[in-house]
């Protein structure tokens, strides 16, 4: 506790005004952590120019400057094992990376002309927009299944909606792009005002200051409202069915979730969620029953806020801040035998939830587990940083302390009134990328009884349930289910 | 060490001491040996509060001899979360829940990794756990037969992504005997019959979940002197065993290889070119050497990067893999090509790089820059307590001790451009290469 104290105090704000933000996490290491951060993203990308964004971030942190080729600056980086990782999401493009003091000046000077000076050289954006599409459609839509249905059911809930495009883009519209857009993206978004620059570790003395003047040459740009519209409400299940030649059957489900971080709700949400299905972890309630307890799969997880590339991480990357999130569910590949039975589990566990909310004795054990997992969450300076990045933006204190003051004082009650409130089992947004989904389809649209069997005995309560379970109606119309070829999901 | 190269990311904090020469595991670490044959590692941080412990277990998919039961190692990784008498699975994940633990465990070729991030106060409850489940893992038949079903979950969730294919068949054309020829997930076929048996899963355990095949590692906010007092007392009584498994030898590769997949669906073609690689080794110059040959032929800043992927952006994915294994291994160059036609040259772009080590001295500078790149990148990793206790699990599994990369760094130090090429010409041989090519289907 003492050291979460001092934590807490040492992250810091230069003065705020003229020039952009800075927060700092001053310390004693040899090594130096950048987070820059501008407050854009694929939210803003021009009607007829998803990607943007995502790929103007690119051009920055995987190009050229106007005086170094892209291959110079990977040389220059190589004998700092240094880089300067980009990340782009709705509303926040991150640029990020970590040097050890020694080379703090070189390195420092290599991204500050990345950021400010950028090359714009058409071999580059030949080759980061060939990688672009090719991660859409072989990275994601070919080869990984449940990224693609993650991102299908973003692409779903959100249609019509600024965030109605992967961050990435699309294929005809990236195909479509020029320089010239991108130079535009830069020049209209990566302003001072959108511009928030993460310090970390052992910088000398007016660094930061230092810094921030570098960054107040670019322009000023004015601060936005912050206001994003809630996504157009569905009535009735919708379901995209990606039809694949895959092996197994892979579920997300969801729906818009009216709380981010700094909503009172928000502590009781993530109590639910981190009982419900925390990420990764064996002991949430949808992996015991799924997994553990029928063998159906290797996981089941469930979320309150975005969280891509879950396949090969433990824990979330920060700075992917938004004001809309959604509640999802994860069920990872299924047996096609079990297919329709492993859906209908998922919605009994999620019915059950909502019914019966959580009991005292879960409740306290998962109050305490979220209360000290904050720690992990913030495990490196490059996350401490990241998560202070990102409270600024929810506007609430400090990660760890807004959370571990806010679970102090809440109580089974006001968890289960939040999930009774936010969480539902109708109304959902239903992705399946499958092999043969008409056929499939039909199984689900008949409501045909699912029985399961299994390779080994199972208790009573376990069969009992199952009988529930098997023929849980799933009253799908036709008319909304929509089957899709993958080649076409991010065209 | 593990080498995707092209997949290299730094991460943040860790010290490099000031003092000359400098040790590259920078740790003042306590290594404890106890009368049964475990052995305890413990490495005090300077990070507050956090604990991360990583149980290595010196048994992986190569210790999976006989025929038909490939993947056992792997299968243990699920079965040992399936409780004993005193902490059933309920009362096991409710005891990791209230800790605020992120708790897992991974299976490679050579170990298997137990690993548990919680907060300090919790070390106890966490040792005693684990000392339990080490002991008395006690899983019923059903229960056995329920979890064989998520290994076989594992294998669907992996084989959406053709590049598992790929290894998997590299494997089993450069391997004939040595078990290094299946992968650690092991064959389908293995996989789906797993549920029949448990009588053989009560022997691997029997053989392999001992204290003398097992290393604790404890990293974090803690005193050396606390944490094998506790160790100690919960895991003091186990019982040394008596199997040693005889891996086959692998015969000298006599000529050249090559095979191809052909995947059902569309995506892009990889090439991968792999040469027989040794056994890691922190005393000859041998695997230091292809350790850098790796980065220098085939990392970012290489000629052949700057070639493929900057210049004519015919690859947009270009690596190689030079992983540390207990026995000699591949050294595998992959890249993912972005036209069919232009796979022939791409292959023969990679093998001529590795040729070219044979032939030419690499300049002095250059080997430096590489050398530097290892050094910062490695104290790069180390940035928070279960980095540490990871990073020492992965050289724990081959020498039992995190002074092993001090050793490893200390030859790195001493390769000369010479080395580079003997080393080369020694492995880097067209008698000992394999090539697998993948290309994709069309769509529907």
Same mark, same amino acid.
């Given at each position: 506790?003492k050291?979460?104290?001092?934590?807490?105090?040492?992250?810091?704000?230069?003065?705020?005004?003229?020039?952009?933000k800075?927060?700092t996490l001053?310390?004693?290491?040899?090594?130096?952590?950048?987070?820059?951060?501008?407050l854009?993203?694929?939210?803003?990308?021009?009607?007829?120019?998803?990607?943007?964004?995502?790929?103007?971030?690119?051009?920055?942190?995987?190009?050229?400057?106007?005086?170094?080729?892209?291959?110079e600056?990977?040389?220059?980086?190589?004998?700092?094992?240094?880089?300067?990782?980009?990340?782009?999401?709705?509303?926040?493009?991150?640029?990020?990376?970590?040097?050890?003091?020694?080379?703090?000046?070189?390195?420092?000077?290599?991204?500050?002309?990345?950021?400010?000076?950028?090359?714009?050289? +058409?071999? $580059? %954006?030949?080759? /980061?927009?060939?990688?672009?599409?090719?991660?859409?459609? *072989?990275?994601?839509?070919?080869? @990984?299944?449940?990224e693609?249905?993650?991102?299908v059911?973003y692409?779903?809930?959100?249609a019509?909606?600024p965030?109605?495009?992967?961050?990435?883009g699309?294929?005809?519209?990236?195909?479509?792009?020029?320089?010239?857009?991108?130079?535009?993206?830069?020049?209209?978004?990566?302003?001072q005002?959108?511009?928030?620059?993460?310090?970390?570790?052992?910088?000398?003395?007016?660094?930061?200051?230092?810094? +921030?003047? $570098? %960054?107040?040459? /670019?322009?000023?740009?004015?601060?936005?409202?912050?206001? *994003?519209?809630?996504?157009?409400? @569905?009535?009735?299940?919708?379901?995209?069915?990606?039809?694949?030649?895959?092996?197994?059957?892979?579920?997300?489900?969801?729906?818009?979730?009216?709380v981010r971080?700094?909503?009172?709700?928000?502590?009781?949400?993530?109590?639910?969620?981190?009982?419900?299905?925390?990420?990764?972890?064996?002991?949430?309630?949808?992996?015991?029953?799924?997994?553990?307890?029928?063998?159906?799969?290797?996981?089941?997880?469930?979320?309150?806020?975005?969280?891509?590339?879950?396949?090969?991480?433990?824990?979330?990357?920060?700075?992917?801040?938004?004001?809309?999130?959604?509640?999802?569910?994860?069920?990872?590949?299924?047996?096609?035998?079990?297919?329709?039975?492993?859906?209908?589990?998922?919605?009994?566990?999620?019915?059950?939830?909502?019914?019966?909310?959580?009991?005292?004795?879960?409740?306290?054990?998962?109050?305490?587990?979220?209360?000290?997992?904050?720690?992990?969450?913030?495990?490196?300076?490059?996350?401490?940083?990241?998560?202070?990045?990102?409270?600024?933006?929810?506007?609430?204190?400090?990660y760890?302390?807004?959370?571990?003051?806010?679970?102090?004082?809440?109580?089974?009650?006001?968890?289960?009134?939040?999930?009774?409130?936010?969480?539902?089992?109708?109304d959902?947004?239903?992705?399946?990328?499958?092999?043969?989904?008409?056929?499939?389809?039909a199984?689900?649209?008949?409501?045909?009884?699912?029985?399961?069997?299994?390779?080994?005995?199972?208790?009573?309560?376990v069969?009992?349930?199952?009988?529930?379970?098997?023929?849980?109606?799933?009253?799908?119309?036709?008319?909304?289910?929509?089957?899709?070829?993958?080649?076409?999901?991010?065209? | 060490?593990?080498?995707?190269?092209?997949?290299?990311?730094?991460?943040?904090?860790?010290?490099?001491?000031?003092?000359?020469?400098?040790?590259?595991?920078?740790?003042?670490?306590?290594?404890?040996?106890?009368?049964?044959?475990?052995?305890?590692?413990?490495?005090?941080?300077?990070?507050?509060?956090?604990?991360?412990?990583?149980?290595?277990?010196?048994?992986?998919?190569?210790?999976?001899?006989?025929?038909?039961?490939?993947?056992?190692?792997?299968?243990?990784?699920?079965?040992?979360?399936?409780?004993?008498?005193?902490?059933?699975?309920?009362?096991?994940q409710?005891?990791?829940?209230?800790?605020?633990?992120?708790?897992?465990?991974?299976?490679?070729?050579?170990?298997?990794?137990?690993?548990?991030?919680?907060?300090k106060?919790?070390?106890?409850?966490?040792?005693?756990?684990?000392?339990?489940?080490?002991?008395?893992?006690?899983?019923?038949?059903?229960?056995?037969?329920t979890?064989?079903?998520?290994?076989?979950?594992?294998?669907?969730?992996?084989?959406?992504?053709?590049?598992?294919?790929?290894?998997?068949?590299?494997r089993?054309?450069?391997?004939?005997?040595?078990?290094?020829?299946?992968?650690?997930?092991?064959?389908l076929?293995?996989i789906?019959?797993?549920?029949?048996?448990?009588?053989?899963?009560?022997?691997?355990?029997?053989?392999?979940?001992?204290?003398?095949?097992?290393?604790?590692?404890?990293?974090?906010?803690?005193?050396?002197?606390?944490?094998?007092?506790?160790?100690?007392?919960?895991?003091?009584?186990?019982?040394?065993?008596?199997?040693?498994?005889?891996?086959?030898?692998?015969?000298?590769?006599?000529?050249?290889?090559?095979?191809?997949?052909?995947?059902?669906?569309?995506?892009?073609?990889?090439?991968?070119?792999?040469?027989?690689?040794?056994?890691?080794?922190?005393?000859?110059k041998?695997?230091?050497?292809?350790?850098?040959?790796?980065?220098?032929?085939f990392s970012?800043?290489?000629e052949?990067?700057?070639?493929?992927?900057?210049?004519?952006?015919?690859?947009?994915?270009?690596?190689?893999?030079?992983?540390?294994?207990?026995?000699?291994?591949?050294?595998?160059?992959?890249?993912?090509?972005?036209?069919?036609?232009?796979?022939?040259?791409?292959?023969?772009?990679?093998?001529?790089?590795?040729d070219?080590?044979?032939?030419?001295?690499?300049?002095?500078?250059?080997?430096?820059?590489?050398k530097?790149?290892?050094?910062?990148?490695?104290?790069?990793?180390l940035?928070?307590?279960?980095?540490?206790?990871?990073?020492?699990?992965r050289?724990?599994?081959?020498?039992?001790?995190?002074?092993t990369?001090?050793?490893?760094?200390?030859?790195?130090?001493?390769?000369?451009?010479?080395?580079?090429?003997a080393?080369?010409?020694?492995?880097?041989?067209?008698?000992?290469?394999?090539?697998?090519?993948l290309?994709?289907?069309?769509?529907k």
């Open positions: 506790m050291a979460l104290a001092m934590a807490a105090l040492t992250v810091g704000m230069l003065a705020a005004a003229p020039g952009p800075v927060v001053p310390g004693s290491s040899p090594l130096v952590t950048f987070r820059i951060v501008f854009t993203g694929a939210a803003e990308d021009p009607a007829a120019k998803p990607g943007a964004a995502a790929l103007t971030a690119a051009m920055l942190a995987r190009g050229g400057t106007r005086e170094m080729s892209y291959k600056i990977v040389d220059a980086l190589f004998p700092m094992a240094a880089a300067v990782t980009d990340q782009t999401d709705k509303e926040m493009i991150a640029f990020t990376g970590t040097t050890h003091v020694d080379n703090l000046e070189a390195y420092y000077g290599l991204l500050r002309s990345m950021l400010l000076d950028p090359g714009w050289r +058409k071999e $580059d %954006f030949q080759r /980061l927009r060939d990688d672009a599409v090719n991660f859409l459609q *072989v990275s994601l839509a070919g080869n @990984n299944d449940e693609l249905g993650k991102e059911l692409n779903a809930i959100y019509g909606h965030y109605g495009h992967h961050d990435v699309t294929v005809s519209a990236l195909k479509a792009m020029t320089i010239a857009d991108l130079q535009q993206f830069y020049k209209e978004h990566f302003t005002a959108n511009l928030v620059i993460g310090l970390a570790g052992g910088y000398p003395k007016g660094f930061a200051e230092r810094v +921030k003047a $570098d %960054f107040s040459k /670019l322009p000023a740009g004015e601060k936005k409202t912050g206001a *994003v519209a809630a996504p157009k409400a @569905n009535h009735g299940t919708q379901v995209t069915m990606v039809e694949k030649n895959t092996r197994s059957v892979a579920y997300s489900i969801g729906f818009p979730l009216d971080r700094g909503d009172p709700d928000y502590p009781a949400l993530l109590v639910a969620q981190a009982y419900f299905g925390p990420h990764r972890e064996s002991g949430g309630r949808l992996f015991a029953r799924l997994r553990a307890e029928r063998g159906l799969n290797y996981g089941d997880y469930a979320y309150i806020e975005y969280f891509p590339r879950g396949m090969f991480l433990f824990e979330p990357e920060p700075n992917l801040a938004r004001h809309r999130q959604i509640f999802q569910i994860w069920i990872r590949p299924v047996e096609p035998p079990t297919a329709q039975f492993a859906l209908r589990a998922a919605m009994f566990e999620l019915d059950k939830l909502i019914r019966e909310g959580i009991n005292a004795e879960d409740f306290e054990r998962t109050r305490l587990f979220v209360t000290k997992n904050v720690n992990l969450l913030t495990k490196t300076k490059s996350a401490e940083l990241g998560y202070a990045i990102d409270s600024d933006f929810y506007g609430i204190p400090q760890n302390t807004y959370l571990k003051q806010s679970l102090a004082k809440l109580t089974v009650e006001d968890v289960n009134r939040a999930i009774r409130k936010h969480l539902r089992s109708t959902l947004q239903v992705v399946v990328v499958a092999k043969d989904c008409a056929a499939l389809k199984k689900f649209l008949a409501n045909e009884v699912s029985p399961m069997k299994y390779n080994s005995p199972k208790p009573p309560e069969m009992a349930e199952d009988k529930i379970i098997e023929s849980w109606r799933l009253d799908w119309k036709p008319e909304d289910v929509r089957v899709v070829p993958v080649e076409g999901v991010f065209e | 060490m593990l080498r995707i190269v092209c997949l290299l990311v730094a991460g943040a904090v860790a010290a490099l001491p000031a003092d000359a020469p400098r040790k590259a595991f920078p740790y003042a670490y306590d290594q404890h040996d106890f009368a049964n044959g475990l052995r305890l590692v413990t490495i005090p941080t300077d990070y507050p509060n956090v604990v991360s412990v990583f149980i290595v277990v010196q048994t992986g998919s190569r210790n999976e001899i006989e025929p038909g039961k490939s993947g056992f190692a792997h299968l243990f990784e699920h079965l040992m979360f399936r409780g004993t008498a005193a902490y059933p699975p309920e009362k096991y409710a005891t990791l829940k209230a800790a605020g633990a992120a708790s897992n465990a991974f299976t490679t070729d050579d170990f298997t990794a137990y690993h548990t991030t919680f907060s106060e919790d070390l106890e409850t966490v040792l005693r756990m684990e000392a339990d489940r080490f002991q008395h893992l006690d899983y019923a038949p059903a229960v056995f037969r979890e064989t079903l998520a290994v076989l979950g594992e294998y669907n969730k992996n084989s959406a992504n053709p590049i598992s294919k790929m290894f998997e068949v590299l089993d054309t450069a391997f004939e005997r040595h078990t290094y020829k299946h992968t650690t997930m092991g064959f076929r293995d789906q019959d797993m549920p029949n048996q448990f009588d053989y899963s009560r022997t691997f355990f029997d053989r392999y979940y001992r204290p003398e095949y097992v290393t604790v590692i404890v990293a974090g906010d803690v005193t050396a002197e606390a944490t094998r007092g506790l160790v100690e007392k919960y895991w003091g009584e186990w019982k040394r065993g008596s199997y040693r498994a005889e891996i086959p030898a692998e015969p000298a590769q006599a000529g050249p290889r090559t095979n191809h997949v052909d995947w059902p669906t569309p995506t892009l073609a990889w090439v991968a070119v792999a040469f027989r690689s040794p056994a890691y080794t922190d005393v000859d041998d695997q230091a050497a292809l350790d850098l040959i790796n980065f220098l032929g970012q800043s290489s052949l990067y700057r070639k493929l992927v900057i210049e004519e952006q015919k690859v947009d994915l270009l690596g190689a893999d030079d992983s540390d294994h207990v026995d000699p291994g591949l050294f595998t160059v992959f890249a993912r090509v972005k036209k069919d036609a232009d796979i022939d040259g791409v292959r023969d772009a990679m093998v001529a790089t590795a070219g080590f044979k032939d030419q001295l690499v300049p002095a500078a250059r080997l430096e820059a590489v530097k790149h290892l050094r910062y990148g490695f104290a790069l990793g940035n928070n307590s279960e980095a540490v206790a990871q990073t020492a699990a050289y724990v599994e081959l020498r039992r001790t995190p002074e990369v001090n050793r490893l760094y200390e030859v790195y130090d001493s390769v000369t451009p010479e080395d580079i090429r080393v080369a010409r020694k492995y880097l041989v067209t008698d000992g290469r394999t090539i697998v090519t290309t994709g289907g069309k769509a």
